[in-house]
């Protein structure tokens, strides 16, 4: 979770609400642990830093463990030690499952503005990283990120230098190991993912301040679930060898948003032969959020129903539900059920499937 940006001296706001809200929403995932990708609280006093740990407290009731990395609202033009004071160090490196979590400081808007020995710290754990047979990917995390996906490019470091020097360090790992390498980001307040020289990489949404895109380019508050996978000996050593094509599969997520309401929109009746719109949306405070990239969607339906496309469906199946062209087609008359989960919630629909009209 990033970016809640709630003050103490407004302990009741919908920012304080939605904070505790997606720390609720967190603790009930049951993670393995949580990263704060910054910016969790908005004007970095000690009362602010306080009514954090507050929260932290009650919401995760000791369940959950956290690793809190300061963004630019941790500082506020000010000293990090109101910070520190609290929740300790500014930057952390942990194993888990295979893969090596770095974290940084990028408090300043700038790697070095959180120390330059933070910057040779992540060279000489990526070294080791790419020698130790336990390590299989790394995942490096800091709260502004190398590159701003909207067009103003407002939300990115501001030495350029930095960025390329992070993103050719991942992809030189990554290419040179064939071990996994990941970036993720925070404020910028969208979600977005895309790829960068065949690195992974994300930017975590808000989860308590207002976004800064519309809903449908990842403008909405929520969270993300995390996976990672162990990268094998044997597939890192493809991976280096077929650079150019390969990369390894070891890591993937689910953008959860804040569900205030779930619709789910389809047709009564379709005809064989006349493809028909089936689509969903997450009410959001006052934002429509449609149910596709970058939210994540699990459709599902009746066991007569194949998800998917027309060329895997099965001999048993009466209708295809293909998610990627959101169209529902009757292969023979029948009825489905058609079905959305969103962060939890699910919404479903009969629809009757009819013979194909007469000319």
């Known amino acids: 979770m990033s970016d809640a940006q709630f003050v103490a001296r407004n302990p009741d706001s919908d920012l304080v609400r939605n904070a505790r809200r997606t720390l609720q929403e967190i603790k009930a995932a049951q993670p393995d642990f949580l990263v704060i990708n910054g910016d969790l609280v908005d004007e970095a006093s000690p009362e602010d830093f306080a009514l954090a740990k507050k929260i932290l407290d009650e919401e995760l009731g000791g369940t959950v463990k956290y690793h809190y990395i300061p963004g630019n609202h941790e500082v506020m033009g000010g000293k990090i030690d109101n910070f520190k004071a609290v929740f300790g160090d500014t930057y952390q490196t942990f194993d888990h499952k295979g893969t090596r979590f770095i974290t940084l400081d990028t408090s300043r808007l700038t790697l070095r ?145 804040h569900v205030d309401g779930l619709t789910l929109t389809a047709p009564a009746t379709v005809a064989v032969g006349a493809p028909a719109p089936v689509t969903a949306a997450v009410e959001q405070a006052s934002r429509t959020v449609p149910a596709a990239y970058p939210v994540s969607a699990t459709w599902s339906g009746s066991p007569n129903l194949h998800v998917g496309t027309r060329r895997t469906a099965k001999p048993w199946h009466v209708a295809v539900l293909d998610p990627e062209s959101g169209t529902l087609t009757a292969l023979r008359p029948g009825q489905v059920t058609v079905a959305v989960t969103v962060s939890g919630v699910t919404k479903q629909a009969q629809v009757a499937l009819t013979a194909k009209a007469a000319a």
């Open 113 to 257: 503005g959180g120390g330059y020995d933070q910057v040779a710290r992540l060279r000489s754990l990526l070294d080791s990283a790419a020698g130790d047979g336990s390590i299989g990917s790394v995942a490096v995390l800091f709260h502004v990120p190398p590159r701003d996906p909207t067009p103003g490019k407002g939300s990115q470091l501001g030495d350029r230098k930095e960025a390329a020097l992070v993103e050719g360090w991942l992809a030189d790992f990554q290419r040179t190991t064939g071990k996994g390498a990941a970036f993720i980001g925070a404020h910028v307040g969208t979600f977005h993912a895309e790829h960068v020289d065949a690195v992974p990489y994300f930017i975590n949404g808000n989860s308590g301040k207002n976004p800064a895109t519309a809903p449908e380019d990842g403008g909405f508050t929520g969270w993300s679930l995390w996976g990672v996978d162990p990268v094998t000996r044997t597939e890192a050593e493809h991976v280096r060898r077929n650079w150019f094509a390969d990369a390894p599969d070891w890591i993937g997520t689910q953008v959860r948003p």
